[in-house]
């Protein structure tokens, strides 16, 4: 794997842009990009994490507040067990080459799913880096890693119902904010952009609840390709949505 360095250059200034405060991505795409290159797929995974190096330090750069990444479902325990075996030994090891990196860049990283069947040693890996990077107050990444929409819900609703059942909350106060606080996103705002590589128009059980009013923008490049162009391209997209939720158009517009 290659650690190229996350080169922090001044922000751009693009006149018209909007620079969406959190930014979702479904990194989609890595096998596929394999394929059409004749090589295995977990050459796809490895250039995928160059990808998410090229997409860290784009957010640096533009100032984006908060990204999310979707880098292992809780679906993709269906896939084989090398496949699977590799994908999690590359967590592994993008965390050794660039935790330094990512503290010197000030971004403070979360890993957000089910901590349930992942080996002792990840799970004191995912704490160790959330740690030392606790106190970071540049980008703030998040690993969307053994991730589901559904059983993030369906864990806050447990942990909610433990909570009326102990009497320390009443069914009547139950409100969004309580439902709010009781998911893995507690106190991270919604996203603003989710993006889908790979030409898939899905969104795969990720952030069902946070993205109720995301704008969705799905491009066709592989993950592996990601670039600052598609960047760009997709901002330029998001500048031309009209955000409503729910009400009717803004003053003047
Ligand atoms: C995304 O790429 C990475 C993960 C889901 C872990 P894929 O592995 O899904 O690649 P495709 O969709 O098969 O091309
Ligand atoms: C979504 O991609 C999950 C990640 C990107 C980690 P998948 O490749 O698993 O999604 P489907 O199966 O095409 O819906
Ligand atoms: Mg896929």
Redesign the pocket.
Known sequence: MSSDPVIVRQPSSKPGLKIPGHIGVI???????A?ARGKP?TE??IE?VNALRRMVELCIRYGVKHLTV????SE?WTRPKDEINF?FSLLRRFVASDLQKLIAHNVRVRIIGSRDGLEDSLRRLIEDVENKTARNTGLNLHVAFNYGGKAEITEAVRRIAEEVAAGSLRPADIDERAVERALYTSGIPDPDLIIRT?G?QRVSNFLLWQGAYSELVFVED??PDFDERTFLRVLDEYALRERRFGGIEAAGQ
């Open positions: 990194m989609d795409g890595n096998g596929r990009w394929k797929r796809g995974h995928g979707f880098s292992f479902s993709n994908i790979s898939e592989n993950w």
